[in-house]
């Protein structure tokens, strides 16, 4: 198999959040171009959903699971991530990059709100035909709730450990976890709990930068670092020449 | 679990096979209605992807396998079937029905042309909650030859299978498997060899008529029995009151 890199674009990256799915096609453009620009690696994307389903999600809480009166608010909140999704897999065709969507809802199964089906196997085979697969945080049916919000940031640290990936990165709109206004170089479950961190700018329904670590203090757990940097240094960080963000990892020996 | 019933839209019923993605809009609204004057039953749609996918799939020899130059036709095909799933869930939804697209491409991997890996168990869960699932043939990654065709006929078959359906229809342009110009009533292993079917009308990428009755013989082997009709006659299939057309089952003791 391929060595895999993940990479995950924050919602608040490509869409602005003030709006509703107001998407930012020109920083997308540009993402687009530099993963053109480098080709080769076996790449998978996965973009949180930003002002495209967090709305939808939030009007009918359908992270806090099924009522009956809600049940609209799947198709709502997936046709809007949906939406985005193929805005991103469009930027990267139109700089000639293999894309395909694929949307979670179709495939995953979850119980109280984690994944516990999650097929990767076909994703992998993309993968190995130059295609570059493009996922995002959506709504997943739950055996014990009826709906649960998957994150952008589950579905990064549950494609690392199936693909086994070494490299997986975050870009985000600042450039690292920030604590007093500085980047954090390294965070790991050591000093974790001394850190001081607030939930990123806009609570959203995924939970924010603490939720986010949490995430990727799991994927550290099971041996793969990952990095949050800013979304110019994307090429820093598939070049491995220092992007200047944060790094999650085991601790320190 | 409620007693699921699978219904497939044959794809020459609602598109125009002559044209490029010649969907038959008038023809979903009149199914959609229909199936919204129902509502209750849990049921699980399927269509085929007629002139949305079939001429990509020819172009591209998507169902022949990846020789890496026609890898761009797995993303032409998926997008032209999934322009006429995005048609059927609008119908369904503008008519009332809590109607959600479900690609094949996200979540199924096949071996040989034959899916080895697909969940289902959020689709039951979708079903228990009202939902129902649209589900299409669909180009599939495939383990053996990196891609094939998926055809809604074998959808069919597996998620009779796996949701324990009792009724299976496929509502088709014709009154059901003709011989000579007749409706032939019955089908089982032991008269299908004496049968002179020949394929349907034009030829598909999905093998026509014989591929679909081998399909649905296996689900006989399974004790599912099945039915081809008239579109017309969707509601006496759903009503079990004599559609007129051929049922696909066991030998008869």
């Known amino acids: 198999m391929t060595e895999t890199v993940v990479l995950k674009l924050g919602g608040s990256v490509i869409t602005d959040k003030s709006g509703e799915c107001a998407i930012d096609h020109a920083r997308l453009r540009e993402i687009a171009a530099h993963l053109a620009a480098r080709g080769a690696a076996a790449l998978v994307l996965v973009h949180g959903a930003g002002s495209c389903g967090h709305p939808e999600a939030r009007r009918y809480r359908i992270g806090d699971g099924l009522t009956g009166e809600n049940v609209p608010g799947i198709y709502e909140t997936h046709a809007a991530v949906s939406r985005l999704n193929a805005a991103v897999v469009g930027s990267l065709r139109d700089a000639g990059v293999e894309a395909i969507g694929i949307h979670p809802l179709d495939l995953g199964l979850a119980e109280g709100g984690r994944l516990v089906s999650f097929e990767t196997r076909h994703i992998v085979e993309m993968t190995e035909h130059g295609i570059v697969p493009v996922l995002h945080g959506d709504v997943v049916m739950d055996r014990l709730q009826g709906s649960c919000i998957v994150s952008g940031d589950q579905l990064v ?49 995924t939970g924010g930068m603490r939720g986010k670590i949490m995430e990727l203090l799991e994927l550290a757990d099971a041996g793969i670092e990952s990095h949050i940097f800013h979304v110019s240094k994307i090429d820093r960080f598939l070049d491995d020449t220092g992007h200047g963000g944060t790094t ?6």
Chains 1, 2 share one sequence.
């Open 157 to 205: 640290t549950r494609l690392a450990v199936e693909l086994s990936s070494r490299r997986v990165g975050l870009a985000t709109d600042v450039p690292g976890v920030l604590q007093n206004g500085s980047v954090v170089p390294r965070i790991d479950r050591e000093n974790v709990a001394t850190l001081d961190i607030g939930g990123s700018g806009k609570t959203d329904v």
């Open 248 to 253: 999650i990892g085991r601790d320190a020996p």
